[in-house]
Protein backbone atom coordinates (compact mmCIF):
# COMPACT_ATOMS: atom_id res chain seq x y z
CA UNK A 1 0.00 0.00 0.00
CA UNK A 2 1.42 3.55 -0.97
CA UNK A 3 0.39 6.51 1.23
CA UNK A 4 1.40 9.75 0.38
CA UNK A 5 2.44 11.95 3.81
CA UNK A 6 3.51 15.65 3.22
CA UNK A 7 6.13 17.64 4.97
CA UNK A 8 5.98 20.61 4.38
CA UNK A 9 9.42 22.47 6.39
CA UNK A 10 12.32 19.98 6.40
CA UNK A 11 13.82 22.29 9.07
CA UNK A 12 11.06 22.30 11.30
CA UNK A 13 11.49 20.39 14.96
CA UNK A 14 9.27 17.21 14.46
CA UNK A 15 8.60 17.57 10.76
CA UNK A 16 8.79 13.74 9.86
CA UNK A 17 7.48 12.12 13.05
CA UNK A 18 3.85 11.90 11.17
CA UNK A 19 5.95 10.40 8.06
CA UNK A 20 7.81 7.87 9.44
CA UNK A 21 5.64 6.20 12.01
CA UNK A 22 4.81 2.79 11.52
CA UNK A 23 8.35 2.93 9.05
CA UNK A 24 10.82 -0.03 9.75
CA UNK A 25 13.19 1.50 7.04
CA UNK A 26 13.85 5.09 6.01
CA UNK A 27 15.45 6.23 2.59
CA UNK A 28 15.86 10.07 2.79
CA UNK A 29 16.83 11.03 -0.43
CA UNK A 30 14.47 14.32 -0.53
CA UNK A 31 17.78 16.84 -0.02
CA UNK A 32 16.53 20.41 -1.85
CA UNK A 33 18.67 21.65 -4.68
CA UNK A 34 19.07 25.30 -3.39
CA UNK A 35 21.23 27.52 -6.12
CA UNK A 36 22.94 30.03 -3.95
CA UNK A 37 26.04 31.92 -3.96
CA UNK A 38 25.84 32.42 0.03
CA UNK A 39 26.52 29.29 2.26
CA UNK A 40 24.72 30.19 5.06
CA UNK A 41 21.85 29.73 2.91
CA UNK A 42 22.75 26.28 1.44
CA UNK A 43 24.63 24.08 3.94
CA UNK A 44 22.29 24.95 7.39
CA UNK A 45 18.84 24.10 5.39
CA UNK A 46 20.33 20.84 4.19
CA UNK A 47 21.66 19.46 7.53
CA UNK A 48 18.54 20.75 9.60
CA UNK A 49 16.93 18.27 7.17
CA UNK A 50 19.05 15.48 7.54
CA UNK A 51 19.49 15.64 11.51
CA UNK A 52 15.81 15.86 11.71
CA UNK A 53 15.53 12.95 9.48
CA UNK A 54 17.74 10.88 11.71
CA UNK A 55 16.11 12.15 15.35
CA UNK A 56 12.85 11.42 13.66
CA UNK A 57 13.58 7.88 12.66
CA UNK A 58 15.25 7.37 16.04
CA UNK A 59 12.18 8.17 17.62
CA UNK A 60 10.33 6.50 15.40
CA UNK A 61 11.91 2.78 16.33
CA UNK A 62 13.02 2.54 12.83
CA UNK A 63 15.60 -0.29 11.83
CA UNK A 64 17.57 0.85 8.94
CA UNK A 65 18.19 4.29 7.46
CA UNK A 66 20.02 5.46 4.25
CA UNK A 67 20.98 8.52 3.44
CA UNK A 68 21.40 9.00 -0.50
CA UNK A 69 24.61 11.71 -0.61
CA UNK A 70 25.69 13.06 -4.20
CA UNK A 71 29.06 12.25 -5.75
CA UNK A 72 29.34 15.92 -5.05
CA UNK A 73 29.99 15.37 -1.88
CA UNK A 74 33.12 13.60 -2.66
CA UNK A 75 35.06 15.43 -5.33
CA UNK A 76 34.58 18.25 -7.57
CA UNK A 77 35.23 16.87 -11.39
CA UNK A 78 39.22 17.21 -11.81
CA UNK A 79 40.50 16.82 -15.23
CA UNK A 80 43.29 15.20 -16.64
CA UNK A 81 44.09 14.54 -13.08
CA UNK A 82 44.51 10.15 -12.61
CA UNK A 83 43.49 9.65 -9.05
CA UNK A 84 41.46 6.55 -7.04
CA UNK A 85 38.78 7.79 -5.55
CA UNK A 86 38.16 6.14 -1.90
CA UNK A 87 35.26 5.96 0.13
CA UNK A 88 36.82 8.14 2.78
CA UNK A 89 36.68 10.49 0.59
CA UNK A 90 35.14 14.54 0.91
CA UNK A 91 35.15 17.56 -0.70
CA UNK A 92 37.12 19.85 1.49
CA UNK A 93 37.83 21.60 -1.31
CA UNK A 94 34.74 22.54 -2.37
CA UNK A 95 34.10 23.19 1.62
CA UNK A 96 36.89 25.61 1.35
CA UNK A 97 35.80 27.10 -1.27
CA UNK A 98 32.41 28.12 -0.30
CA UNK A 99 33.71 29.18 2.98
CA UNK A 100 36.20 31.36 2.05
CA UNK A 101 35.78 32.56 -1.48
CA UNK A 102 34.02 35.83 -2.21
CA UNK A 103 29.83 35.28 -2.47
CA UNK A 104 29.46 36.40 -6.16
CA UNK A 105 26.38 35.46 -8.39
CA UNK A 106 27.67 32.95 -10.69
CA UNK A 107 27.63 29.12 -11.81
CA UNK A 108 30.45 27.89 -10.60
CA UNK A 109 30.38 29.47 -6.77
CA UNK A 110 26.25 27.58 -7.09
CA UNK A 111 28.21 24.50 -7.96
CA UNK A 112 31.24 24.90 -5.24
CA UNK A 113 28.25 25.93 -2.52
CA UNK A 114 26.01 23.18 -3.49
CA UNK A 115 29.08 20.43 -3.84
CA UNK A 116 29.99 21.78 0.21
CA UNK A 117 26.44 21.23 1.08
CA UNK A 118 26.38 17.93 -0.16
CA UNK A 119 30.13 16.98 1.65
CA UNK A 120 28.72 18.90 5.02
CA UNK A 121 25.66 17.23 5.08
CA UNK A 122 26.93 13.72 5.04
CA UNK A 123 29.63 14.74 7.16
CA UNK A 124 27.01 15.50 9.79
CA UNK A 125 24.56 12.67 8.76
CA UNK A 126 27.55 10.12 9.63
CA UNK A 127 28.70 12.27 13.25
CA UNK A 128 25.22 12.18 14.41
CA UNK A 129 25.25 8.00 14.05
CA UNK A 130 28.88 8.28 15.17
CA UNK A 131 28.17 10.31 18.50
CA UNK A 132 23.93 9.10 18.94
CA UNK A 133 24.50 5.01 18.36
CA UNK A 134 20.53 5.26 17.33
CA UNK A 135 18.70 2.15 17.64
CA UNK A 136 18.88 2.02 13.69
CA UNK A 137 21.51 0.60 10.79
CA UNK A 138 22.43 3.75 8.95
CA UNK A 139 24.27 3.51 5.30
CA UNK A 140 24.91 5.82 2.27
CA UNK A 141 24.28 5.41 -1.23
CA UNK A 142 26.26 7.94 -3.30
CA UNK A 143 25.20 8.15 -6.72
CA UNK A 144 26.80 9.86 -9.71
CA UNK A 145 24.50 11.30 -12.39
CA UNK A 146 21.49 9.44 -12.89
CA UNK A 147 20.11 8.73 -16.57
CA UNK A 148 18.69 6.30 -17.92
CA UNK A 149 14.19 5.51 -18.39
CA UNK A 150 12.32 9.08 -16.89
CA UNK A 151 8.82 8.59 -15.35
CA UNK A 152 8.52 12.23 -16.87
CA UNK A 153 10.67 13.22 -19.14
CA UNK A 154 8.98 16.68 -19.10
CA UNK A 155 9.70 17.33 -15.15
CA UNK A 156 12.78 15.19 -14.46
CA UNK A 157 16.42 15.17 -13.32
CA UNK A 158 18.95 18.03 -14.29
CA UNK A 159 21.66 14.93 -15.54
CA UNK A 160 18.70 13.36 -18.01
CA UNK A 161 18.27 17.39 -19.43
CA UNK A 162 22.05 17.23 -19.49
CA UNK A 163 22.28 14.33 -21.68
CA UNK A 164 18.93 14.92 -23.31
CA UNK A 165 20.74 18.73 -24.63
CA UNK A 166 23.56 16.62 -25.67
CA UNK A 167 25.92 19.82 -23.55
CA UNK A 168 29.61 20.07 -23.63
CA UNK A 169 31.10 18.39 -21.10
CA UNK A 170 31.75 14.99 -19.17
CA UNK A 171 30.03 13.06 -16.56
CA UNK A 172 30.02 9.90 -14.52
CA UNK A 173 26.31 8.41 -14.78
CA UNK A 174 25.05 5.17 -13.94
CA UNK A 175 21.59 4.03 -14.91
CA UNK A 176 18.94 5.65 -12.52
CA UNK A 177 17.30 1.93 -11.67
CA UNK A 178 20.58 0.65 -10.09
CA UNK A 179 20.98 3.64 -8.17
CA UNK A 180 17.32 2.90 -6.73
CA UNK A 181 18.31 -0.92 -6.76
CA UNK A 182 21.02 0.22 -4.12
CA UNK A 183 19.41 2.37 -1.96
CA UNK A 184 17.17 -0.60 -1.73
CA UNK A 185 19.56 -2.85 -0.75
CA UNK A 186 21.27 -0.60 1.32
CA UNK A 187 17.88 -0.42 3.70
CA UNK A 188 17.24 -4.50 2.96
CA UNK A 189 20.22 -6.27 3.03
CA UNK A 190 21.35 -7.13 6.72
CA UNK A 191 25.39 -7.45 5.53
CA UNK A 192 25.04 -3.67 4.89
CA UNK A 193 26.26 -2.01 7.91
CA UNK A 194 27.32 1.76 8.61
CA UNK A 195 28.90 1.71 4.58
CA UNK A 196 29.26 4.09 2.23
CA UNK A 197 28.06 2.18 -1.02
CA UNK A 198 28.96 4.27 -4.64
CA UNK A 199 26.54 4.30 -7.11
CA UNK A 200 29.55 4.80 -9.61
CA UNK A 201 30.09 3.25 -13.02
CA UNK A 202 30.91 4.74 -16.28
CA UNK A 203 32.91 7.84 -17.51
CA UNK A 204 32.33 9.31 -21.15
CA UNK A 205 32.71 12.51 -22.77
CA UNK A 206 29.63 14.01 -24.34
CA UNK A 207 30.76 13.83 -27.47
CA UNK A 208 31.48 9.58 -26.77
CA UNK A 209 27.54 9.73 -25.62
CA UNK A 210 26.40 11.79 -28.69
CA UNK A 211 27.82 9.41 -30.97
CA UNK A 212 26.07 6.31 -29.02
CA UNK A 213 22.88 7.72 -29.00
CA UNK A 214 23.48 8.36 -33.19
CA UNK A 215 23.61 4.24 -33.86
CA UNK A 216 21.39 3.47 -31.06
CA UNK A 217 18.04 4.08 -33.83
CA UNK A 218 16.66 6.44 -35.52
CA UNK A 219 15.19 8.45 -32.84
CA UNK A 220 18.60 9.01 -31.67
CA UNK A 221 20.07 10.04 -35.02
CA UNK A 222 16.82 12.85 -34.78
CA UNK A 223 17.92 14.04 -31.59
CA UNK A 224 20.95 14.33 -32.25
CA UNK A 225 22.06 17.79 -33.70
CA UNK A 226 25.03 20.23 -34.12
CA UNK A 227 28.64 19.60 -34.19
CA UNK A 228 30.44 18.37 -31.33
CA UNK A 229 31.85 20.45 -28.51
CA UNK A 230 35.81 21.20 -27.77
CA UNK A 231 37.01 18.44 -24.97
CA UNK A 232 39.11 20.11 -22.93
CA UNK A 233 39.70 17.33 -20.78
CA UNK A 234 39.09 13.95 -19.39
CA UNK A 235 37.96 12.03 -15.41
CA UNK A 236 40.92 10.38 -15.11
CA UNK A 237 39.46 9.50 -11.72
CA UNK A 238 39.50 5.72 -11.25
CA UNK A 239 36.70 4.32 -8.52
CA UNK A 240 37.25 0.30 -9.59
CA UNK A 241 37.28 -0.87 -6.49
CA UNK A 242 33.92 1.19 -5.04
CA UNK A 243 32.54 -0.06 -8.55
CA UNK A 244 32.93 -4.00 -7.57
CA UNK A 245 31.45 -3.34 -4.42
CA UNK A 246 28.38 -1.95 -5.69
CA UNK A 247 28.08 -4.45 -8.40
CA UNK A 248 28.46 -7.14 -5.26
CA UNK A 249 26.22 -5.94 -4.04
CA UNK A 250 23.28 -4.99 -6.86
CA UNK A 251 23.95 -9.40 -7.49
CA UNK A 252 23.08 -9.99 -4.15
CA UNK A 253 19.58 -8.46 -4.62
CA UNK A 254 19.42 -10.38 -7.74
CA UNK A 255 21.20 -8.40 -10.30
CA UNK A 256 24.08 -9.21 -13.17
CA UNK A 257 26.09 -6.09 -11.91
CA UNK A 258 25.52 -2.05 -13.47
CA UNK A 259 23.72 -1.78 -16.61
CA UNK A 260 25.86 -1.34 -19.80
CA UNK A 261 26.07 2.16 -20.88
CA UNK A 262 23.82 1.45 -24.36
CA UNK A 263 21.19 -0.10 -22.37
CA UNK A 264 20.96 3.21 -20.47
CA UNK A 265 20.78 5.16 -23.39
CA UNK A 266 18.09 3.11 -25.37
CA UNK A 267 16.35 3.59 -22.04
CA UNK A 268 16.71 7.03 -22.18
CA UNK A 269 15.70 6.94 -25.66
CA UNK A 270 12.88 4.99 -25.07
CA UNK A 271 10.83 7.26 -23.20
CA UNK A 272 11.47 10.61 -24.81
Known sequence: M??????????????FDEAFKGANGVIYVSTPIILNADPAKVVEPLIKGTINSLEAASRAGVKRYVLSSSSKAVESTNYNYPHHITSSMFNYEAIRKACCEPNVDGLDRFV?????????????FWSWVGMNQPPFVANSVVPDGQFGRALDPENTTSTFRMLKAAAEGEWD???????????VAAVALPSLVNERIFAYCHNSTWNELRCKIRLISPKGEKLVKGEDQAVEGRDLSN???????????LREIGQQGF??????????????
Open 259 to 272: ASEEDILRDFLDCL
Open 239 to 249: ADRLIKRAEDI
Open 173 to 183: KVFGQDAASLL
Open 2 to 15: FELVQVSDFEAEGA
Open 112 to 124: DVYSASRALAELA
